[in-house]
């Protein structure tokens, strides 16, 4: 039966970087032709699953649109305790 | 993009190696080969939880140069599917195509790498044509038992990988067509029930490949430029199907929260997943930033289990006529950090009862979603399989096991805008079969005494939904058992459209010296009365009657890690109720009445919550029941206006 006072504890979060516009430039989006109206502030870079699996997207915020999807570790977020063991 | 359908005669075969109508059918044969896989698993299985639960999937993907694209799954266990695209991935990545040869089997059971918990082994066989690796044929399947502390592992109190179970990373199980013996022995030093087990994985072997040689005919017909275009069009299918179901959705930014009662260590926390989804045009963003940390127990999900769920959840809401593929997940992007209780981390985030935490992932895409769904939003099923797993020994000496046999295992679903819900099934992420009760009691030494439903614990509504479950098992000798209701303390029957939820569950155990079935040569009656004596598992009850009370105390599931019972005593399971679609003062007398008379609806209940008056005896004379019209439109009225 209850025992303790029941909590929820602070939840976990992906960061979302922000991107410049020379990024942008680099990734031949032109905002002007590609985004009316938006700015380098409506893109971030993060990292997604996906089908094919880890990407990290350069995405426009507002249509999901990605400029960049670039293929992401394995297993992405995920280190296994055998990461990094070197038996040869 | 040109729609596949617009595509001319030219630019089909350009694309795809082959005509339309060869394409269609190799991706049609495909679907063919694993259920006929599976078939074969079913029919020569040993072990309960593959012969009773088809506990099981099979799939086809394409070769690494294609990125390892799952082209079709069996009509089975859907929790493994949404896993087996990267399980075949990653697998194979780690161990190295370059290193496969022609009569290979690669098995990988480890939750971080391939999804799923440690039980669910893949056993993955590459398909040669001429030299060339061309494609790979899956057979996921439950092993009996996989070490750890809880025989058959179903448990959510162990605290780490360590008492969790073996975890095999990638490895040959064959090769040349001969077993690998260290890796036989790997198992078989670390496993329950190998005698078992044996042969279950011989049988996992032929049918593999049976699978390699139905594609081999496949290839040796139609080519391998065909064969391997049909692989690309199957999953192009599946994406544009997917694409064109969010393209009818609004655009806009829904939020939702769930979560589960508690761990295996105390009931101090509770987790909850945040999500929100965003979606714009024909593209979706589920991001799940916010979900509490992983528990300290093996109740968390991996975060392919997580992909799962949301496949299951957005093919059964808006897209669910076409196969499913990893194609699917072409217009959708899920953003989830690592080391939540649904992206759980080695070595303490153990993952087990993975089904228990993406359920509520599942539900919150539902929940998310419904205004956007309107008329075609679904209510929720009852949450939690509720499994309970027990073991002991019999007179002779004989070791038993129960595995998801005898707990609140099936129960009932939410309604839709096409009808009432059933009452009796699996969770929405599973596909499995009911063990039949005969089965359970030959081999076991335990009574199904009453699977039977549960009067108004439906979410009412325009239509209903599924009535829960209520089941008593007596056990015959000295038991161990593991009790898991993770969903008690909420509706997990969500209700939709203006229907209600469904009804709270709960688990208690019946002691031999408060209740004796044999002694007393009577079962356990259903009545408040009864529950007074009885000890409560889990469920939020009335501290005193210990009777279902929403505002009561919660009753905590690990409370006793291991429930030690003597001959004779009685689990019972009552699961969550289904939930409502629409209001349920829409729905006619008429019908209403006929719940009556089936007693899914009490008397008092239609009066309560549908506002329609009946009289007469529901048990007795059945036929007999009348409707009073005009009471009915004066309490409807009361009703509408509250």
């Known amino acids: ?86 038996v040869d | 993009m040109t729609s596949l359908k617009d595509l001319d005669d030219a630019q089909f075969t350009e694309l795809y190696g082959a005509d339309r109508f060869t394409a269609s059918v190799l991706a049609s044969r495909m679907r063919y080969i694993v259920q006929h896989m599976c078939t074969g698993l079913l029919n020569n299985a040993f072990s309960l939880i593959l012969r009773d639960w088809y506990d099981f999937a099979a799939t086809i993907s394409g070769p690494p140069e294609q990125n390892y694209p799952m082209s079709s799954v069996s009509n089975s266990l859907a929790m493994f599917l949404g896993t087996m695209s990267e399980a075949v991935r990653n697998t194979i990545e780690e161990y190295g195509p370059e290193n496969l040869v022609p009569g290979d089997v690669v098995i990988c059971n480890d939750p971080y790498r391939a999804g799923n918990h440690v039980n669910d082994i893949c056993f993955i066989r590459p398909v040669f044509h ?58 078989f030093d670390n496993a329950r029930f190998c005698a ?67 761990d295996g260590v105390d ?132 070791p038993w096991v129960t595995t998801a046999q005898c707990g609140g295992e099936h129960g009932p679903w939410g309604a839709t805008e096409a009808g009432d819900a059933d009452s009796y099934s699996v969770v929405y992420q599973a596909n499995n079969l009911d063990p039949a009760t005969e089965a359970v009691e030959s081999e076991l030494p335990a009574v199904v005494l009453r699977k039977e439903y549960a009067p108004d614990s439906c979410g009412a509504g ?10 008593d098992t007596l056990y015959l000798t000295e038991a161990e058992h593991w009790s898991s209701p993770l969903h008690t303390k909420s509706a997990s029957g969500v209700g939709v459209y203006g229907g209600q939820a469904g009804a709270l569950g709960a688990t208690w155990v019946f002691h031999p010296e408060y209740r004796n079935v044999p002694r007393d040569k009577d079962l356990i009656a259903t009545t408040p009365d009864v529950y007074a004596g009885a000890t409560p598992v889990a469920g939020m009850l009335d501290p005193e009657t210990r009777t279902i009370d929403p505002d009561g105390e919660y009753f905590y599931f690990a409370s006793t890690p291991v429930w030690h019972t003597k001959p004779n005593a ?21 019908r209403v009445c006929r719940d009556v008379r089936d007693e899914y609806v009490t008397i008092e209940g239609a009066y309560r919550d549908y506002g329609v008056v009946i009289s007469g005896d529901p048990h007795g004379d059945p036929e007999g029941l009348k409707i009073d019209h005009d009471a009915t439109t004066k309490r409807r009225a009361e009703l509408a206006a509250r």
């Not at chain 2, 694409?243 to 009662?261: F, H, K, N, R």
């Not at chain 2, 325009?462 to 089941?471: F, I, M, T, Y």
Request: aromatic share 8%.
């Open chain 2, 130 to 187: 001429g030299g060339k690796l061309i494609s790979f044929v899956t057979l996921r399947a439950h092993q009996l038992d996989m070490g750890g502390v809880v025989p058959a592992g179903f448990s959510g109190t162990k605290r780490n990988v360590y008492e969790n179970g073996l975890v095999i990373a990638p490895m040959l199980l064959y090769r040349d067509d001969k077993p690998v013996k260290a890796s036989f022995n790997l198992i």
């Open chain 2, 267 to 398: 009931d101090s926390i509770e987790y909850r997943i945040k999500l929100k989804i965003t979606k714009a045009a024909d593209r979706m963003e589920l991001d799940f930033s916010g979900t509490s940390p992983q528990a300290r127990t093996s109740i968390n999900a991996g975060i392919l289990d997580t992909k799962t769920a949301v496949g299951v959840a957005l093919k059964f809401l808006i897209d669910p006529a076409t196969p499913f593929t990893s194609g699917a997940y072409r217009p959708i992007d899920i953003v989830l950090p690592a080391g939540t209780f649904i992206s759980a981390t080695p070595p303490d985030g153990a993952v087990f009862l993975y089904w228990e935490s993406t359920g509520p992932v599942l539900l919150a895409v539902f929940r998310a979603l419904e205004k956007a769904l309107g008329r075609k939003a679904v209510g929720g099923d009852y949450g939690s399989l509720n499994i309970h797993n027990a073991n002991g020994v019999l007179a002779d000496g004989t």
């Open chain 2, 462 to 471: 325009e239509n209903r939904g599924g009535a829960a479950v209520l089941k």
């Open chain 2, 196 to 262: 078992l087990l044996l042969p279950d994985i011989k049988t996992i072997y032929q049918n593999l490949l049976l699978g390699e040689q139905l594609i081999l005919e496949s290839v040796e017909r139609y080519g391998t430029a065909a064969y391997l275009g049909a692989i690309r069009y199957a999953t192009d299918v599946s994406a544009e199907s997917m694409s064109t179901a969010l393209a009818a959705l609004p655009d806009g930014v829904y939020e939702a929260q769930e979560g589960i009662d508690c």
């Open chain 1, 1 to 86: 039966m209850d025992a303790v006072e029941t909590s929820v504890p602070e939840g976990l979060s992906v960061a979302r970087d922000e991107v410049t516009a020379d990024e942008l430039k680099a990734l031949g989006v032109d905002l002007e032709r590609d985004f009316p109206g938006s700015s380098a502030a409506d893109f971030r870079r993060y990292p997604v699953l996906s089908e094919g699996g880890w990407f990290t997207v350069v995405k426009h915020q507002k249509t999901l649109r990605s400029v960049s999807r670039e293929r992401g570790p394995l297993l992405g977020p995920i280190v296994l305790t055998s990461d990094g063991l070197d």
């Open chain 2, 570 to 590: 009685v689990f019972r399971y009552l699961t969550n109720g289904g939930g409502g679609w629409g209001s349920p003062l829409q729905r006619s007398p008429e």
